[in-house]
Each structure stands twice: as structure tokens, then as C-alpha cells.
């Protein structure tokens, strides 16, 4: 539903209402999953991937059919887009469904204008295949074995070659030790092709065989084609398999056996970088600098700071934009939690919780060995209302100076043009992010004293146009800001605002140095902790708590750093009921001597921005205020202009 189009005066609203109701016009939130471009497909829809033809139109591939992820019929079709996304063109089979399963393909346009299509091919229609279950039962899902072919068009995706043509793949171990001794091959692909030095190459995900979790064990391959590129004739290109020897790419030692989705990024000096996902509970990357041909021992996947990036089992992609830095989605969730099978939890699963999709940014700088890719803290991209959705599989493109992504959750595929004031605050964070203070509703440079309460933006309100009088989600949130030296009691309430009744709100240390943040309206409560061990005795640190109303997510920031659960638990980030209506409390809010610095902003920061606000925070010097100074600023009041106070 989008609230831009809501006009108060189509109901009768009380005084004092409007106001509230008027700002049912920020519901709209681009991040909803429903609020992206719908792509036409039958009932399955799966990795929607595009190219841009050198007509200017938008090519799109995506899987589709009329069952399940995996069921028969499924095939690959086309559409084409002169507008960017908005409409496209009937959908035309690339591999009919008529056929043996055709799946997974993905595009690449050599310089000519000639586009490949590259997918999945079932050409010897088997039905069934053996799993590596004790006493090899059968599995009826045969869409990641046979061979991988491609089809090209030569007018920008409104034809497609008659024939398809093969791409050879040399054996290699986790071929020949399969069930069938590798005369059938068992593979499939997410990851797009890339050019390099004018070879083209493509990605192949090998299995080596069905079992739990469907795929048992995995390894991430390359094939490379020298000639493809200026080669008019498919018949002669050119094809090796890499890296060289009998082993793909791998998770690191210790690690379990399955290492999938490669996704690749050309960087400035040549070098080949790929991310994939395991189901260790953390992504793993490495780096080519001879083409292909060999590969850094893998690594899971850091941030800048040294921790580990989270992930469970879902693709986790990096695309380089035209600006030269890189984005990567991920699911921000995950450690050992993934696949520890004592972890008594029943949601606990390497497949859940891809909802909300995550991204980090990325930039390259110098090593030893050459250009590395350092990642920023996460931010909130995508979400759906319904927490059990598994949106994966994007793609991203640039049109007309502006970033789209593209997602699945296999029923519906979207393109979400990516708000520009996001991506804005996301680049500046490495050059001169400031944070504007004027936005604050709070502003308070010491604590010890109780200072008017400033009115908190709503979740949910009473929607007056209908005869009903259900909620509107308005989508909105806040954050809290401080500055704080921890205190040497076992637990400290640093900010209070709880009225009688139990609305409003509630910040807590930790005896053990974490932070605890109650929020209720009264009828509903909600709590969240960060991880322990953050605050040293005597130590100042600075934090923020993002209250973020779209997806309902409480997220910590302290210092520079996303808490993310740390080895304490799967996940940094919760989520509180879409039922509760707001976090009003008392119309005073009790600050603690141990605040010396605190900042209320009307709208949930990103991570980016409660980091340069933290800098900001921690260059001022803050310290607590006592005696007569303190009560002269309690009865002065602290809100920002423009800011609305409880009467």
C-alpha cells in the first residue's frame, strides 16, 4: 500500500490527529519487497539476471515454470524492457517447457553486441538420481545435473539462436567420486560471467552429490574462453576449465564440504576476487592474480575491522559499480549457529532467515600481494513484512546514474530502484559523511538531570478512512545516540522513560556490558540486548539504538561496530511485534550521570551514519554535569527547533 496517496480530508479526523495522520505519507517505504517492479513470470520465478543490449533495452533471463523450485516443465524464458523495468516484452522461451529441465541462466554481451545465454541443461532427460543417503535412495529433482549449454541472439534479445551448443568441463575429482563415477555430471550456476583481458569467463558450481540440504558437498569452478568474445562461430570456441589441478575453490580448513554461488569481481589490477557461501555460518573469498588459474587459500569474509562477516546458507553476492567500489549482499547472520546440530532451536536452519537482505560497501585498497576489497558495517536493503519470506538471487544494474537491484523470493521477481539518498550516505562514508544535527529531536551535551521528552514517531496509527478504523503502518523509527562512561554498579538504567502503566521506553547496562532496550506501548513490550563484553568497567564508549519501523529491526551500533551477536548468538539484530503503536512514555526522560553525550534522531540512522555521528560524539570532550548546572538545564529544556513536546 502506498501512503503517498493519502489525503486526510477524505475522512473526518479529530484535532490534533492530522498532524499524525498527514505523516501516514512516509508509510511508503522503497526498501518493501512489494514497493519494487514486478517481472512477468508463470508461478516459479528464480534469478531474474539482465544485461543492458547496445539497442538500450533491458534484457532480463529468469527460470520459471508452473511448479515449485525444481519440479518438471521448468525452463528458462526472456523478456525485454525499453523503460527500464516498468513493462516488458511477452516472455520467450529460451528453453521450452516441452523440453528436459532448462535452468539457472545467466547473460553476458560480448563487445559486438552479441548476448549469450548460458543455462542448466536436463538434454538427456533423466528422471531420477541416486542420493548419497545410506542405501542411495532416489531423489526426483534432476535441475542441477546434465550438461551447460548456451543459446545466443545477435538482435538484442528478441530471438535466440535455434540450436544450443555445449560447454565442455573437464573432470575433476568431485566428478569422478559421484554416484555415477562422473558420467553424469552434477552442477548448476548463480554467478555471472565476467570478462578479463578479453577472456571470457563463466561460473560452475560442481556437486558432488544429494543428500542433506539436497546439494552434500559442492566446489566452485571457472570455465575460460579465450576466443569467445570475437569468435563468430561457436563451433570453434576455445574452452578450459580452472583453477588448474583436481580441487575448485573451497572452504578453509576445518570447514564443511560445501562451497557454492561463486560470485566474481574484476578488480583495478587485474586481480579476480569471489565471495560464496558455506554452511559454516560465514561467507569465504579469495583472490586470483593469474587469471584463474590459482587462488589464495580461501578465507571467511571480514569486515574492515578484522570480525567475521555472518551468513548462512544463501547466496551472497558483489557486484563493482561504475565508481569503481563494490557492494556486497548478504544476510548479516549466522557463525556457529548454522550447522551446530546440539543448538536446540527449531528455526535454527542453514536455509532460514533471508529476510531482511543486507548489503555492505566496499573499496579497494593495497596488500602485499596485491588489491584487496575492505567492506564497510551492514546496512538494511530489502525486507518483507512476513518474516518467513527468503528473498536471494539478486542482481544489480546502473541506468541513468541510478542503482537497481533485483531479487526473488521464487514466487515473484522485483527490481527495486535503490534510493538515491541511500546510496549517497552509503559511498560518503568513505570520504566526508556528516550527520546533520538540526534532524535531532534531542540534543544534550551532559547527563545527571531529567529533561523534557521529546514526541517519538509512531509505528502504527489508527487509519481513519475506513469504516473499520484498522492501522496504517507508517514505517518510521528513531535512534538513540550517547555518549557513556560504564559505570562500576552491576547494571545501570542510563535512560528512562517508562510511565506508570509501562509505556515508553528503557535503556539498560548491563552488569556483564551489554545493552538492554525495553520498548511498550502498554499493551505490547519489546526487548532487545546486544552482546556482552562491550563496555570495560570506567570506560567511555559511544553507541547508538536503531529503532528501524520498516522491517520492526532493533539494531546496536557501539564505536565503529555493528553488533552482531558476536559467538553469543546468530543474530545482533531483532525484531519487535508490527502490533506495537509507539514507544511514548512520561513527558520527562531521565538521563543518568554516566550519559555525556545524547542524541535523538526522529528516523532510523543507517549503520553508516550512527558510525560518523559516534566521531562526532567522541571529539567533543563530554562530560557529566552536577549541582546547580544540571538543575539550571533541566529547567531550560533541550529540544532541537522545530521539535514537538508531550503537553
Not at 251 to 268: C, F, H, K, N
Amino acid at each position: 500500500m502506498n501512503q503517498n496517496s493519502f489525503n486526510p480530508a477524505d475522512a473526518c479526523i479529530p484535532d490534533g490527529i492530522e498532524k499524525i495522520m498527514l505523516q501516514a505519507g512516509q508509510a511508503h517505504d522503497w526498501r518493501l519487497l512489494s514497493s519494487g517492479m514486478v517481472i512477468p513470470t508463470e508461478f516459479y520465478a528464480d534469478q531474474p539476471y539482465f544485461v543492458t543490449a547496445d539497442d538500450g533495452a533491458l534484457v532480463c533471463v529468469v527460470t520459471t515454470g508452473n511448479g515449485h523450485e525444481g519440479s518438471r516443465g521448468q525452463h528458462v524464458v526472456s523478456m525485454r524492457s525499453e523503460d527500464g523495468g516498468v513493462t516488458w516484452s511477452a516472455p520467450l522461451d529460451v528453453g521450452s517447457r516441452e523440453e528436459p529441465e532448462s535452468s539457472y541462466a545467466v547473460l553476458l554481451k560480448a563487445p559486438g553486441g552479441r548476448i549469450f545465454c548460458f543455462y542448466n541443461f536436463n538434454e538427456d532427460n533423466i528422471r531420477a538420481m541416486e542420493t548419497v543417503y545410506p542405501g542411495n535412495p532416489l531423489t526426483f529433482r534432476v535441475d542441477t545435473l546434465g550438461h551447460y549449454v548456451f543459446k545466443f541472439s545477435d538482435d538484442h534479445g528478441r530471438n535466440w539462436s535455434e540450436n544450443y551448443f555445449k560447454v565442455p568441463i573437464r573432470e575433476t575429482r568431485i566428478d569422478r567420486e559421484n554416484i555415477r563415477g562422473g558420467k553424469v555430471r552434477f552442477f548448476w550456476n548463480v554467478g555471472k560471467p565476467f570478462v578479463l583481458h578479453g577472456a571470457a569467463y563463466l561460473s560452475i558450481h560442481k556437486v558432488g552429490g544429494f543428500g542433506e540440504g539436497f546439494l552434500a558437498s559442492t566446489e566452485g569452478w571457472l570455465v575460460r574462453s579465450e576466443n569467445l568474445l570475437t569468435e563468430p562461430d561457436p563451433e570453434k570456441f576455445l574452452w578450459e576449465t580452472l583453477p588448474e589441478g583436481d580441487t575448485g575453490l573451497i572452504t578453509p580448513p576445518a570447514g564443511g564440504l560445501v562451497a557454492e554461488e561463486q560470485s566474481y569481481s574484476v578488480l583495478s589490477d587485474g586481480s579476480i576476487h569471489v565471495v560464496y557461501r558455506t554452511i559454516d555460518g560465514y561467507p569465504v573469498e579469495s583472490y586470483s592474480r593469474d587469471g584463474g588459474r590459482s587462488w589464495s587459500p580461501p578465507q571467511y569474509r571480514s569486515y574492515a575491522d578484522g570480525r567475521r562477516m555472518k551468513n548462512p546458507r544463501a547466496a551472497n553476492f558483489t557486484w563493482k559499480c561504475e565508481n569503481g567500489r563494490y557492494l556486497h549482499w548478504f544476510h548479516n547472520h549466522g557463525g556457529r549457529f548454522v550447522e551446530n546440530k546440539e543448538v536446540d532451536a527449531p528455526y535454527v536452519g542453514s536455509y532460514e532467515d533471508r529476510n531482511p537482505a543486507w548489503v555492505s560497501a566496499g573499496i579497494e585498497k593495497d596488500s602485499q600481494d596485491g588489491r584487496v576489497i575492505v567492506w564497510s558495517q551492514p546496512e538494511i536493503l530489502l525486507y518483507d513484512d512476513d518474516p518467513f519470506i527468503r528473498m536471494s538471487y539478486p542482481d544489480l544494474f546502473e541506468r541513468d546514474g541510478d542503482l537497481y537491484i533485483s531479487e526473488t523470493q521464487k514466487a515473484m521477481a522485483r527490481i527495486h530502484r535503490i534510493d538515491p539518498d541511500f546510496v549517497k550516505r552509503l559511498w560518503a562514508q568513505f570520504d566526508d559523511l556528516v550527520v546533520d544535527e538540526s534532524e535531532c529531536l534531542l540534543s544534550l551535551d551532559a547527563g545527571g538531570v531529567g529533561v523534557p521528552m521529546p514526541v517519538l514517531p509512531k509505528f502504527v496509527v489508527r487509519d481513519m478512512r475506513l469504516p473499520t478504523y484498522g492501522k496504517v503502518d507508517l514505517r518510521q523509527g528513531f535512534t538513540i545516540s550517547a555518549a557513556v562512561t560504564a559505570p562500576d554498579a552491576c547494571e545501570s538504567v542510563l535512560l528512562d522513560n517508562i510511565a506508570e502503566g509501562g509505556r515508553g521506553w528503557r535503556l539498560v547496562l548491563t552488569g556483564n556490558g551489554a545493552l538492554r532496550f525495553i520498548m511498550s506501548d502498554g499493551q505490547t513490550l519489546s526487548c532487545h540486548e546486544s552482546e556482552s563484553g562491550l563496555w570495560p568497567k570506567g570506560q567511555t564508549q559511544i553507541f547508538s539504538v536503531i529503532v528501524d519501523g520498516g522491517p520492526k529491526i532493533v539494531s546496536f551500533v557501539v564505536g565503529s561496530r555493528f553488533c552482531d551477536g558476536g559467538e553469543e548468538r546468530q543474530f545482533g539484530w531483532s525484531r519487535f511485534s508490527p502490533l506495537l503503536r509507539d514507544a511514548g512514555g512520561r513527558s520527562q526522560l531521565d538521563v543518568a550521570r554516566e550519559v555525556n553525550a545524547l542524541r535523538i534522531f526522529p528516523r532510523a540512522l543507517m549503520t553508516c551514519e550512527a558510525i560518523a555521528l559516534h566521531r562526532t560524539l567522541g571529539g567533543q570532550g563530554t562530560r557529566p554535569l552536577a549541582g546547580d548546572e544540571a538543575r539550571n538545564l533541566q529547567a531550560q529544556g533541550t529540544r532541537a527547533p522545530g521539535a514537538l513536546l508531550d503537553a
